[in-house]
């Protein structure tokens, strides 16, 4: 299930909020203190309150229309088939013409997207508005229609009770329960998250009210689960080592979430309660558990630097993007540096002038400009006083993709490792003197993070720099700088199935024909273009060849193909897409990633040794 688009009409401090559109991933609402962010997501809640817009000429609740919120959702046929016998709900399936209902539900079923028009106010239930959608037309409660099939789920199949004429459709309400079950709210205020009632529970309430029981049916049937979510707590909180759960000691049949200071579980007593950590522990371990349970979910989170520290929301965006983008995420937040780290699909800008809040879609490249203005205000020291050990890289893609690929290639991160981008990549390429100045810079900067000397790592692109040069600097920076082997990340990316699979991800109408084959010749043929032309002897066909691959500018070449093959209509950025293309090679061909992770398991071990 996935979200479209949104309208909000007379509630609180919105009179019309006008069509916001949401894509996949993360959404972004951003905007200053009470300008209505929060109003905004609450809309979205299964339950609205009756809190309708006023102003100084309209407050009278009596003069006030209903509060009306519009809604365009997607869903598959399966997530709908799986509805059904999730919910043990009959459903009421009507069209306005006549059909083979056995031979039909099934075709159903397979649909990948079905979009419903839905609309609701405070009291009521969804309802729709008649959309054709593949062959059928879904009409509001009421409206005669000559057939309809009731569809129930019994014993692990849906099928047909009966077939006749009816006068409605209830496939609606059945998105209205998928809307209450897999749409999930969190939000700063402290709820007492670490004790609930003892037993056996697989998914996670909407408020998240069994997050004791979830965490004790994982840990005792699926416990690589248990333990991963355990390892993704560790990456947001340094300070937290491991959980457990237990019978509570003074409430009978009741659970209990403990949080451990470190690693090793020794005594109970050396542990607090989950209800007794902050607010953002409680919240992350929430966060964390929908999304490793469910397979697709909508994740509604309300200003998320209220609950967790700038270094923990960096590190819990870091594991929604590599790990679980399948969900789609609405956050809002006035952090510059969630802002700049989450590579949203969507950038909604909320004002209030008065008495009304706006909502105005910012263009994505609006991102980079606030990722630069949030740069000019220096270095996140949050960041640094959250990490034992620094690695100070390139940029905000080497900064996501690296500890993604350490953790998938190599192992588990150490902890207390943070991977940083640096201000300006540029300081480093200026004058000798100011070059050693910089180093110095961010060693002390970094040491400022511990009592003891931290050990720090440098990771830059080759670019064009001669190895004279990259000498010269590694000398300069006394060996704490590397640089990548081949000119950028991206010289790692360039996979012909990858980009192919990527464009067709982007463009539907290349669905079929951008194979493999179409990419590595528009490879091969852009590449002999004179813009790429290199100073090596390269034979114009081996896209292996390391030579080749370590001066080539991939990131340009990448995406001069992607627009080619698609006829403009797909667009690659290093910034926003290089991950895509790490993930697809990662499931895909690891093998192609070694040397990218050989030299990343380099930076790790020298960030550790000093050498």
Known sequence: MRLLKAQVTGFQSFADSGEINLGPGINLIVGQNNSGKSALLRALLAEIPDDRHRSPERYETYRLPAVRINLRIEVSGVELHDAILRSGMEVQ????????????????????????????SHGNAFYSEQIPSYGISFPRAGGAVPTFANIVGTNGEVTIRDVGSGTGDTLPNLIYWLWQ?????????????????????????????????????????????????????????PTVGNLSVRPHPQHQNQNEILVWPTEKMGRAELSFPLDSSG????????????????????????????FLHPAAAKALLRIIQTRYGHHQYIISTHSPEVIGFSNPRTLQLVRRNGYASTVEELPLDRVEMLREVADHLGVSMSDVFAADRII??????????????????VGALPRGLAFLSVVAPGDFLTKRRTRELVYEVYSRLSSASSALTVSVAFSFDSEKLSNS?????????????????????????????????????????????????????????????????????????????????????????????????????VTFSKTEDSLELVKFLVADRPAALDGLARYIESLVSKSSTGR
Not at 279 to 306: N, P, R, Y
Not at 392 to 409: A, D, H, I, N
Not at 514 to 533: G, V
């Open 93 to 120: 399936l009507s069209t306005r013409d006549e059909r083979d209902w056995p031979a039909f539900l099934p075709i159903f079923f397979s649909i990948p997207s079905i979009i419903f028009n839905l609309h609701r």
């Open 181 to 237: 079950n897999d749409v999930f709210f969190f939000k700063a205020e402290r709820y007492s998250l670490g004790r609930s009632q003892h037993i056996h529970a697989t998914r996670l309430n909407t408020d998240a009210s069994n997050l004791p029981a979830i965490l004790d049916t994982l840990s005792a049937t699926r416990g690589d689960l248990f333990n991963e979510l355990v390892d993704h707590l560790r990456e947001i909180f």
């Open 279 to 306: 607010t953002g522990v409680a919240q992350a371990v929430a966060i964390l558990a929908a999304i490793m349970t469910f397979d697709k979910a909508i994740i509604i989170i309300d200003e998320i630097s209220s």
């Open 392 to 409: 100070w890289v390139e940029g905000v893609t080497e900064e996501l993709c690296f500890p993604y690929l350490y953790q998938e290639l």
């Open 469 to 569: 040069e990259k000498e010269e600097m590694t000398k300069e920076s006394k060996g704490r700088v590397q640089f990548l082997p081949r000119r950028h990340l991206e010289c790692y990316l360039i996979d012909p199935e990858a980009i192919s699979v990527f464009i067709t991800a982007r463009d539907g109408a290349a669905s079929g024909h951008i194979t493999p084959e179409a990419a590595a010749a528009a490879l091969r043929s852009k590449a002999l273009e004179p813009r790429f032309k290199i100073n090596i002897d390269w034979d114009g066909q081996n896209l292996g060849d390391e030579n080749w691959l370590a001066q080539v500018d991939a990131a340009r070449l990448i995406n001069d193909v992607c627009q080619t093959l698609s006829e403009g209509r």
